[in-house]
C-alpha cells in the first residue's frame, strides 16, 4: 500500500470517527453517522479499506458513546466490516441500488440480530428503528456521494481505480 492511499484511508478513518459523534437517538448511545464514511471508502478504494473503515469507525462511535454494550461491539464491528465488504463487491459490480439496499438491511435487520439472544426481542424490537434510520441515511448519503466523488478521486488519485 503507498503512502498515498494510506493517507486516504486514515482521512476516512478520521471521518468516521466524527460520524461517530453524529448519534442517532436510541436504545444504545453507539448508532451514529459513522458508516457513511466507511461506505464512500468501500467504493473509492475497494471492499478491504472499507472494511477496516467500518470496523474501526463502530470501534471509536463506541467508545466514544461509552460502550454501552462493552466487549460486544467487537462483535458489531465484525459484522460492520463483513456488511461493508459485501456492500463494496456489489458496488464495484455496477449494482450500486442494490449495494445500498443490501447494506441497509444487513446492517438495520440482521446485524442486531445476535443480540436477540442476549438481550431478548425486546431489545431487538426497540433497537432496529433507530439502526435502519441509521442505516437508511448512511447509505442514501453515499449513494449520493460516490458518484459524483468517483471522478474527482480518479482525476486526483490514480490508485483510486477500482477493479471491478
Excluded at 18 to 35: E, H, N, Q, T
Excluded at 50 to 60: E, F, P, S, Y
Excluded at 81 to 108: H, M
Amino acid at each position: 500500500m503507498n503512502t498515498r492511499r494510506l493517507s486516504w484511508l486514515s482521512l476516512f478513518v478520521a471521518l468516521s470517527v466524527i460520524g461517530g459523534m453524529i448519534k442517532v437517538p436510541a436504545v444504545v448511545s453507539s448508532v451514529a453517522l459513522d458508516s457513511f464514511p466507511a461506505l464512500l471508502a468501500a467504493g473509492l478504494m475497494g471492499a478491504g479499506p472499507g472494511a477496516l473503515v467500518a470496523g474501526m469507525g463502530h470501534l471509536v462511535s463506541a467508545l466514544v458513546g461509552g460502550m454501552p454494550l462493552g466487549p460486544f461491539h467487537v462483535l458489531i464491528a465484525v459484522e460492520m466490516a463483513a456488511i461493508l465488504w459485501l456492500f463494496a463487491k456489489l458496488y464495484q459490480t455496477r449494482n450500486k441500488l442494490i449495494a445500498v439496499g443490501v447494506f441497509i438491511f444487513l446492517n438495520s435487520a440482521v446485524a442486531p440480530a445476535p443480540f436477540i439472544l442476549f438481550f431478548g426481542a425486546e431489545f431487538y424490537v426497540g433497537l432496529v428503528p433507530a439502526v435502519f434510520l441509521a442505516s437508511f441515511m448512511n447509505g442514501v448519503l453515499a449513494w449520493i456521494a460516490l458518484p459524483r466523488l468517483m471522478p474527482i478521486f480518479q482525476k486526483f488519485d490514480q490508485s483510486f481505480e477500482v477493479k471491478v
